[in-house]
């Protein structure tokens, strides 16, 4: 008796679809304890833990931005943009007032969102291309709203507010956007909205054909994804105090892999915004490895560019029929055939 | 007998005139008066000396979106690495030119085409995203050249060595580069057009299931379209480096080339467009730069109108295109 519910916990476990995202997290954070335990200039402790996951509360909204166009089967490169552009306007406005800052910000970039996502919806383009002139305008207006230097937050109260200690490893930061996470989740998983956001990102043609509203569906994706962006932008600004002109494509390479890690597919309708939150751990703690042990940029461009190589390597769709030519080879055949006869 | 006046036969006319005008030609006209009308109330941009400035910034910045040309038609849209690969290989360039300038550009030439060709691989054979491999080539790209240059962030030209210096000059008032640029334009058109590998990278861009059925191999052309765009871009890395002699930072060819194959009307689904019509791009882009400079406007700006201009080129090209079809 006691097998049997063994065995069906077993079965449970093995069909929860993110469990590989969970086990990715869990053999990280094994990896950066052993690292900074290793290192031995300081032991690890609830600081190292804290450090990551503030790392996470800057960029994991960002992750989830990317994510939920990718899990509609879009790409939303501007999201780069706007999240540079948010943080730049909440730093110029949110000087006497953070939150009023931060509102201006997130709904400016929302409405640019909007805007972008009705183009792409009405007229159904290719979000990749309609987004990197998206990029361009959102990075040419934040440069030009901070007259191309770097800005810097005049309330010297907001950053140690965002990053003060909470239960030894948190932050209100990473707590805050834990919650936005848990709520994306739960929205997804179990509301009829998320259900026919997950049927049109896995079948578009056939969710038009059942009637789903989906150009409704995708302005409003894209105008979510440019408001999480940019408050992600905000939450990096203001707990850094500062905001920037170019970003770069660095936290892209960040974002995309840990969507990527995270489990989301590149077609569409494969992922969830809890496997996007542990690949963005699951990175955050990899950031924490770098911090520990004083990596020069050299090795951590090497090691992020290797990571994302691996994972957009393990989600092409061509991946499986190449690896079966080579089970089809002969050497492999006769094997089989031996088999086969005994 | 109805008779039809001449008023009537006019707006008939004009009415067929306005049917036979297609959004792009409407939009073209539209962006080379708003460019035109910005270059006359500008001081002093209407002259010779203006002009060559903008033939000569054109010239790299051409070879590299000739490189995403071959891309862009072959239906793989655009590269997010191409200031990196220029960044990298420019240095190269620099490290190898003691061995002789020819070597060493074979060498950057061999270098791309294999960075590149890896990139296709990945795409073609895999189906892997473009932009994410890219993305990642690129970082790969600057972790590899960081730690072998031991974090140089600055590699200047060896001293002594003089033999490559007429890859920086002037002939005829226009720089090596330029000339360089019509003799790749030409190359690479005869390539598209008289060879097969050409044609198929048009066919294979232009309806992938149609190129498949009629047994071409998708995922060899789409490998062909890669080198050839490595091979422009390792090229527009050594005429860089050899015009600076200290290649430091990334210049901003990523954006520029992607903006350049746009405007010149590259179908951004690939199979229709030409080289030539890139270089045109890129020269409209040079000029854009050019007059913004002159008008005292910021990096940030400049970055702004391109943005609204690719923004506007893209949307229109894809209605364009859709409703042709």
Sequence with gaps: ?342 | MTVISPVAADSKSLGSLVKKVSLVQVAAVLVAAILIIFGVITNNFFTLSTFQGILNTSGIIAIVSIGVTFMTLSGNLFTLSASVTVLVLGQAFLELVHLGPFPAILIILVMGAIIFGLQGWLVGRLGANVIIITVAAGFLQQGVAEYLSGSNPSILAPAGITSYLWMRNTYGGILFSVWAMFGIVILGELFLRRTVAGRQIYLVGENRAAARTAGINVKRVTIIAFIAAGICIAFAATLQAAYTQNVYSQGPYTFDAIVAVLIGGTSVLGGKGSLIRTVFGALVVSYLSQMMIMRGYNPPTQIFVQGLLLFGVVVVMQLSERGRN
Excluded at chain 1, 186 to 195: A, D, E
Excluded at chain 1, 212 to 237: C, D, E, I, Q
Aim: aromatic share 12%.
């Design chain 1, 1 to 342: 008796m006691g097998s049997l519910a063994g065995k069906n916990k077993l079965r449970v476990l093995r069909q929860w679809r993110d469990l590989p995202q969970v086990a990715a997290v869990v053999v990280m954070f094994a990896f950066f304890w052993i690292i900074t335990e290793a290192n031995g200039t300081t032991p690890f402790s609830g600081a190292n833990v804290a450090n990551s996951l503030n790392y996470f509360g800057e960029y994991g909204l960002f992750a989830l931005a990317l994510g939920i166009t990718m899990i509609l089967g879009e790409f939303d490169i501007s999201t780069l943009g706007t999240f540079a552009l948010g943080g730049m306007i909440a730093i110029k406005l949110g000087g006497s007032n953070p939150w009023l800052g931060a509102l201006i910000a997130i709904a400016c970039c929302a409405a640019f969102g909007l805007a972008q996502g009705y183009i792409i919806a009405k007229f159904k383009m290719n979000s990749m291309t309609v987004t990197v002139g998206g990029y361009l305008i959102t990075l040419g207006l934040c440069g030009a709203i901070g007259k191309n230097t770097q800005g810097s937050l005049l309330n010297a109260n907001v950053p140690p507010f965002l990053q003060q200690n909470i239960a030894t490893v948190f932050s209100p930061m990473s707590l805050f956007v834990f919650a936005l996470f848990a709520i994306a989740g739960v929205t997804l998983r179990y509301t009829s909205m998320g259900r026919k956001f997950l049927a049109m990102g896995g079948a578009r043609k056939s969710s038009r054909a059942i009637g789903l509203p989906v150009n409704r569906y995708v302005t409003l994706t894209f105008m979510l994804s440019a408001a999480l962006a940019s408050l992600s932008g905000v939450l990096y600004s203001y707990s850094t105090a500062t905001s920037l002109v170019d970003p770069g494509l660095q936290p892209f390479l960040f974002v995309v892999t840990a969507v990527l890690v995270g489990g989301v597919g590149l077609s569409g309708g494969r992922g969830t915004p809890f496997g996007i939150a542990c690949g963005a751990v699951t990175l955050s703690f990899l950031y924490g490895v770098f911090m520990t042990t004083a990596a020069t940029p050299n090795i951590s461009d090497t090691v992020y560019g290797c990571l994302l190589l691996v994972v957009a390597i393990w989600s092409a769709p061509s991946l499986k029929e190449w690896l079966g030519s080579f089970t089809a080879h002969p050497i492999f055949r006769r094997d089989q055939e031996t088999k086969v006869a005994a």
